[in-house]
Structures are given as structure tokens and as C-alpha cells.
């Protein structure tokens, strides 16, 4: 069973930054893409970012509500993903959780799109 691994996180004031990283426990694991997805309180999990890898090559997505403020990296051949978090708003405070798909299709915001998924960690940004 593949266990995805999260680490980051934690409390910022508002306009800070934050990291997460998150690796496969299993190195033998094929992804096509990870990616990120958070849930606020009372609220449903939604998408944040992912990456996609073809071959040598990657391909990013965001929502709209962190781009140009999130930046998601990866290493493919080490199942990791990371997410550097600027500018960082209140509303931005959920647990976030690192997810992989071994399928790609083009509804990357889906959740139901991702196979595997990390316990999450929590992001507090106080304003």
C-alpha cells in the first residue's frame, strides 16, 4: 500500500509564507501527477494545485484562488511534490492534503481523479 507522507505546514501571519512537502513512502510507486487539495472548516475539500509529469517533461495547474501566490515543484522519480506558499491570507487556512494519480485525465480539479492520499497537515494563517 502506498502511504503518502506530508510534512510542512503550521501558523503564519497573513502575508507570510509556508512550505509543504509530501513523498511516497514507496519508491516503486508510478505517478502520473501530485498534487494538492485543502479543506477549510465546514467547508468541501477543494483543488489547489498539481503537476503533471510526460516523460522529461511537467506541466503545472493552479486555482485560480492561489496563482500567482502558490508554486508547485516536484520530482517525479522520487514520487515528492512540494508547494511554497506566499503571500499567504486568512482564507487560505485548511488542512491540506497531498494526493497522486496514476491516471491522468484532463479534470485535474476532480478529487475522484486521485488514487492516493496523504493525512493531511493543517495551515493557520492569522490576520
Known amino acids: 500500500q502506498v502511504q503518502l507522507v506530508e510534512s510542512g505546514g503550521g501558523l503564519v501571519q497573513a502575508g507570510g509564507s509556508l512550505s509543504l512537502s509530501c513523498a511516497a513512502s514507496r519508491r516503486t510507486f508510478s505517478s502520473n501527477a501530485m498534487g494538492w487539495f485543502r479543506q477549510a472548516p465546514g467547508k468541501e475539500r477543494e483543488f489547489v494545485a498539481v503537476?503533471?509529469?510526460?516523460?522529461?517533461?511537467?506541466?503545472?495547474y493552479y486555482a485560480d484562488s492561489v496563482k500567482g501566490r502558490f508554486t508547485i515543484s516536484g520530482d517525479n522519480a522520487k514520487n515528492a511534490v512540494y508547494l511554497q506558499m506566499n503571500m499567504l491570507k486568512p482564507e487560505d487556512t485548511a488542512v491540506y492534503y497531498c494526493?497522486?494519480?496514476?491516471?491522468?485525465?484532463?479534470?485535474?480539479?476532480?478529487?475522484?481523479?486521485?488514487?492516493?492520499w496523504g493525512q493531511g497537515t493543517k495551515v493557520t494563517v492569522s490576520s
Open positions: 494526493a497522486a494519480a496514476v491516471y491522468w485525465s484532463g479534470t485535474y480539479s476532480y478529487s475522484g481523479l486521485y488514487s492516493y
Open positions: 503537476m503533471r509529469w510526460s516523460g522529461s517533461s511537467s506541466r503545472t
